[in-house]
């Protein structure tokens, strides 16, 4: 390959150590390789000798049928057994190459310069119409007592997503085999970044002739293990008559979603994904005077968004996933034609040690790229600085230590019984949106009340029309994508962090939180909820001259909990709603106490803003809110009464006899609370309670006041919440 010799001509002399390592790797295995089947690449271990290294450090000559890469090393047969087959997106623009072209001498050494890499890559991709010199590097590693893992490394020029972009990217697909027998025990594909949950099979079947497959994500690379045979696709989770490509531990993301504890992949999962143009010194990269890449040098602008904040909602016109290229390893029966009905490779890579690029390159270097996620406040701000690079393969933990890099416990413990706790630090959770219609979800209601509020419920929760970035702000900030709404990350660190949620054409979400081990769940039960720009109205509260904001939990009558957290803000917050919801406002003050207020469509001004400039807690607010609850179960009374119940004999409604009095009693307590009179107005609270326990006693009745039993599942929980608020109400001080 072009400027391979020039760039590794001057490379500093290996220590002792390194040419002792070199050896056993290249050496000891290319020496035993030849001995029996692709799988046995060890003889007997009854009497294990280490193998031997040549006087000048070099591998022996064995004679063995081996694969000689350029620098005249030779890639051991078990390497090459399990050489991935690799599939790409038909988007993709940066496939795996080789570095070495790239190198730039600096006063700091031999470097890969991200520009330099950047338009040569493209350069050399216009040119020739195909990707230019594909290459997987390898590296053998002891991973644990007769565990060895093999370690594929693949390099591409640029990092182009959703979430992030980057000079450089380097991932990683490792396979652990049992020395003995050379049988696979474990596969773990990269993800997004670290703090990402790896895609992880344990004990894959291999057969003889087949190989690990990766689907490879478009622009950031992140890898995803194919296991089940169902090429190109990625399933999360089993079925019938397949198995899933990952066997990763389920978590309960939410009380309503388990899910595998993985990144994967959101192909074939129904969401479409976003990608972002990257910029420079304000300007887009392939605009940049430094650089002479052209736009199509980037991701495709179909499924490109070049402002998120323009957009009033989620692009739905993006072009779902399709298969691309598949780059293979030329003895891969999809290279040599040999796999009956498999696709056939697009091109061929070659497999080459990863030594000699550390020797022949410091460093990779290239300015900072950063994306904006706006937090919602008084006045959205925007954060940056969160790329999720993994840096140089050699500078990383799991260059050395492979199963540093797993993210399941269980598999784990079967490569080598140790119980990492680090690996539980995790942060989850699903994003829903908010849209109008009921034919979404409607967590407020049980699903046999669903016909009876159909006709006055405004709103309810459906799977984003796209994938959303997710966003944790911390001392060493990360981004992810959804899939299927979906997120999770891994190690965490203890202390307070900041989870921002984000997608073209949707308001943003972010809350406060404290990590303190374990599993954490984003939104106190997992569920974040996000409104299109379009339908969003904005909840603001400001508790800085009252009580203060510790706590926020904004409650949809009839979809449920739409928001519950800390506030992005000290002692202030800022929470998007759809503007045809009703919600109740309920806040914890700084010691504790509580406070509650409703929000409807009139409560929002011109501007879309229901603005609450001081937000106050205890038994005004809570009474004030009461009543408002009681009113609007006395008008969904009312309504199911016209539409279920037979009133054309007069006869008087003793259920709607009921609110009536639990409204005229909430009336009074709000008038005596506003007074300053807390004994008279906790009587008329009692009063309330009285009221709406009647209420509920009519609606289990053997006649059920009249009401049919949608009508009966939608109104009494309802009065349950109202005695559940009468009970705070009278708790609360004056």
């Known amino acids: 390959m072009t400027g391979d010799d020039d760039a590794t001509a001057d490379a500093p002399d290996r220590s002792v150590d390194d040419r002792r390592r070199r050896a056993l790797v290249y050496g000891g295995l290319a020496a035993l390789a030849g001995t029996g089947t692709a799988g046995a690449w060890y003889v007997s271990r009854d009497d294990p000798a280490p193998p031997q290294e040549p006087d000048d450090g070099e591998p022996e000559e064995t004679g063995a049928p081996d694969e000689v890469d350029h620098d005249g090393e030779t890639a051991p047969s078990i390497v090459r057994r399990y050489a991935p087959d690799l599939y790409f997106g038909a988007l993709e623009k940066w496939y795996p190459t080789d570095p070495r072209p790239y190198v730039v001498e600096t006063a700091a050494g031999s470097v890969v310069d991200g520009f330099t890499a950047l338009d040569g890559y493209a350069a050399a991709f216009r040119e020739a119409g195909a990707p230019p010199a594909p290459t997987v590097f390898y590296s053998v590693v002891e991973a644990a007592e007769g565990v060895d893992a093999l370690q594929y490394w693949l390099y591409s020029a640029f990092d182009q997503f959703a979430v992030n972009f980057h000079w450089h990217d380097w991932e990683l697909l490792q396979v652990f085999v049992e020395r003995e027998t050379g049988e696979p025990l474990l596969l773990s594909a990269s993800a997004h970044s670290r703090a990402s949950p790896n895609n992880e ?8 002739g087949a190989r690990p497959g990766i689907l490879s994500e478009v622009g950031s690379h992140s890898s995803a293990s194919e296991v089940n045979g169902l090429v190109p696709t990625f399933e999360r989770l089993p079925t019938a008559d397949l198995l899933s490509d990952v066997t990763n531990d389920v978590v309960d993301v939410s009380a309503s979603l388990r899910a595998p504890f993985a990144y994967g992949l959101p192909r074939d999962e129904g969401a479409r994904l976003p990608f972002v143009l990257p910029e420079l010194d304000g300007v887009p990269l392939h605009e940049h005077p430094s650089l002479s890449i052209d736009r199509t040098d980037l991701i495709d602008e179909r499924v490109t968004v070049g402002s998120w904040g323009g957009l009033p909602v989620p692009p739905g016109d993006l072009p779902l996933r399709e298969p691309g290229l598949v780059l293979a390893h030329p003895e891969s029966r999809l290279a040599t034609g040999e796999g009956d009905g498999d696709a056939a490779a697009d091109a061929t890579y070659a497999l080459e040690p990863i030594a000699p690029l550390r020797e022949a390159i410091d460093d990779f270097v290239g300015p900072q790229l950063s994306f904006e996620f706006a937090v919602p406040g008084f006045a959205e701000d925007a954060i940056a600085s969160h790329i999720t690079s993994v840096g140089v393969p050699w500078e990383q933990d799991r260059f050395a230590d492979p199963l540093s890099d797993v993210t399941d416990p269980a598999h784990r413990r079967r490569v080598d019984g140790a119980e990492p706790t680090g690996l539980t630090d995790r942060v989850v959770g699903r994003v829903r949106q908010l849209r109008a219609g009921t034919e979404g979800a409607l967590d407020g209601v049980s699903d046999a009340a669903r016909d009876a509020v159909a006709g006055v419920a405004g709103v309810s929760l459906f799977a984003p029309q796209t994938e959303l970035a997710v966003r944790l702000a911390s001392e060493d900030p990360t981004a992810t994508a959804t ?204 009063d309330v309670g009285s009221a709406l326990s009647e209420f509920r006693e009519l609606l289990a009745g053997e006649d059920r006041s009249g009401y049919d039993d949608a009508a009966v599942a939608a109104m009494a929980p309802k009065a349950l919440a109202g005695i559940e608020r009468v009970d705070a109400a009278v708790d609360a001080p004056l």
Do not use: C, M, Q
């Open 201 to 208: 099979f344990l004990e894959p079947e291999i057969p003889d």
């Open 483 to 686: 899939r299927g709404g979906a997120f999770g990350f891994l190690r965490v660190e203890p202390g307070p962090h900041l989870l921002v949620v984000n997608g073209p054409g949707f308001a943003p979400i972010a809350e406060r939180f404290v990590h303190e081990g374990g599993l954490v769940r984003a939104g106190g039960d997992g569920e974040l909820v996000a409104v299109a720009t379009e339908d969003a109205g904005w909840i603001r509260g400001d508790g800085r001259e009252t009580g203060g904001v510790d706590r926020v939990r904004v409650v949809e009558d009839y979809a449920g909990v739409i928001y519950e957290g800390a506030p992005a803000e000290t002692d202030r917050f800022a929470v998007a709603v759809h503007r045809e919801g009703k919600y109740t406002v309920e806040v914890v003050d700084r010691d504790g106490r509580l406070g509650a207020y409703r929000v409807t469509a009139d409560s929002f001004d011109a501007n879309g803003e229901a603005v609450r400039e001081e937000v106050r807690t205890g038994k005004l607010a809570l009474a004030r809110t009461l009543r408002d609850e009681v009113a609007e179960l006395y008008g969904l009374a009312e309504s199911l009464s016209e539409s279920a119940r037979d009133d054309s004999d007069g006869e008087h409604d003793p259920a709607l006899d009921r609110l009536s009095r639990a409204r005229r009693a909430a009336d009074g307590a709000v008038a005596a609370a506003e007074d300053g009179e807390e004994e008279p107005a906790d009587d008329r609270l009692f």
